[in-house]
């Protein structure tokens, strides 16, 4: 059987957050549906750290994307909001408890930004959270 990717690996851990609505979450795609959620890639130098003995310390820097539903009421802005902090709290606690992708040698997986609005219609919007995943790499 062939090894899985590490975004493979991604994918599998956030199938295990109890916040996503449907559970399936999608690398590099993501649909038009309320409630699709999606990993994709971003660009980031991976190495962070070369070390003496030829190891080094390694990122995949991607990007946390949901289709939201939008509008002029202010309480479903705000459970966007909501939901977004969620997330960031729940990656904050995964990493917290050593509870990580299941990547070789995987030391932290964090949000680094807040969720935002990349892109929106009047009735929906994309939300974006960056985040990263440090492992050594011998």
Request: negative net charge; hydrophobic residues 35%.
């Amino acid at each position: 059987m062939a090894e899985k990717s590490q975004m493979e690996l991604i994918q599998e851990f956030f199938e295990q957050c109890p916040l996503l609505k449907n559970g399936k979450i999608i690398a590099d795609y993501l649909g038009k549906d309320v409630n699709d959620y999606s990993i994709i890639k971003s660009s980031a130098n991976p190495i962070l750290k070369r070390y003496r003995g030829g190891g080094s310390e390694r990122q995949i820097a991607f990007d946390f994307v949901v289709q939201a539903p939008i509008s002029s009421k202010n309480i479903d802005n705000l459970a966007n909001s909501k939901f977004g902090e969620d997330i960031f709290n729940w990656v904050e606690e995964q990493d917290d408890n050593r509870n990580l992708p299941k990547i070789p040698n995987v030391q932290h997986i964090q949000c680094t930004s807040p969720s935002y609005i990349l892109q929106r219609t009047n009735t929906q919007a994309t939300y974006i959270i960056q985040m990263n995943c440090t492992y050594y790499q011998a």
